[in-house]
Structures are given as structure tokens and as C-alpha cells.
Nanobody
Framework: QVQLVESGGGLVQAGGSLRLSCAASGRTFSTGAMGWFRQAPGKEREFVASINWGGASTSYVDSVKGRFTISRDNAKTTVFLQMNSLKSEDTAVYHC????????????????????WGQGTQVTVSS
């Protein structure tokens, strides 16, 4: 089993920055690509960004391109989301997710492709 724990959320003014972290533990050798999703109150869960197992390939939802950057450490046990120029519409609970390595090395924007999920961290952007 794999456990994912997010941290780094908080309250920030519009235009500010936050850096989210997601630490994986347990059978981390079985994890592949990782991603970030978010869910605002009353809205559907939304894909934000994903990174492949090797860390060289990434994908972002259009609304965060140029503002957010996803990365992962060499040990492949932690994934980060650097969020700059935050807007009020970025307010949501941000969840980290991981795919299984078998068939899951590539990034994906489909939440159904992810086997493991964290509890989430709240990001609130005040205007």
C-alpha cells in the first residue's frame, strides 16, 4: 500500500505564491506518474498537473499554464506543485495522486488512472 500526505496549503493574497508538497510512503517503488487535482466547493474535481515517473514530461490544465510548476525529487517519493500568481479561482482543496508503476509511468489527466490519493490540503486565495 502507498500513503500520500500533502502539505503547504494555506491562505494567501491574490498574486502570491504557495508551494505544495506530497510525500509518499509505504510501497513507493510501486508508484509511477503523479498528479495534482483540486476540488472547489460545489464543483467537480479538476485536473491541475501531472508528471511522469522519470520527471521529464509534464502536463497542465490550461488555466494554470505559466503559473504552476510540477516537479518531483530524484528519489521519486515527493512531488511538488509551485503555484505563482495565484488567483481567487485557484481556491480549492488540492489532492495529490499516484499511479501504479505497471502501466502507469506516463502522466495522465484522468483521475480514474490513479490508484492512490492523499487527503488534500486547503488553498485559499483572497482577492
Amino acid at each position: 500500500q502507498v500513503q500520500l500526505v500533502e502539505s503547504g496549503g494555506g491562505l494567501v493574497q491574490a498574486g502570491g505564491s504557495l508551494r505544495l508538497s506530497c510525500a509518499a510512503s509505504g510501497r513507493t517503488f510501486s508508484t509511477g506518474a503523479m498528479g495534482w487535482f483540486r476540488q472547489a466547493p460545489g464543483k467537480e474535481r479538476e485536473f491541475v498537473a501531472s508528471i511522469n515517473w522519470g520527471g521529464a514530461s509534464t502536463s497542465y490544465v490550461d488555466s494554470v499554464k505559466g503559473r504552476f510548476t510540477i516537479s518531483r525529487d530524484n528519489a521519486k517519493t515527493t512531488v511538488f506543485l509551485q503555484m505563482n500568481s495565484l488567483k481567487s479561482e485557484d481556491t480549492a482543496v488540492y489532492h495529490c495522486a499516484a499511479r501504479r508503476i505497471v502501466g502507469g509511468a506516463d502522466w495522465s489527466s484522468n483521475p480514474n488512472d490513479y490508484a492512490y490519493w492523499g487527503q488534500g490540503t486547503q488553498v485559499t486565495v483572497s482577492s
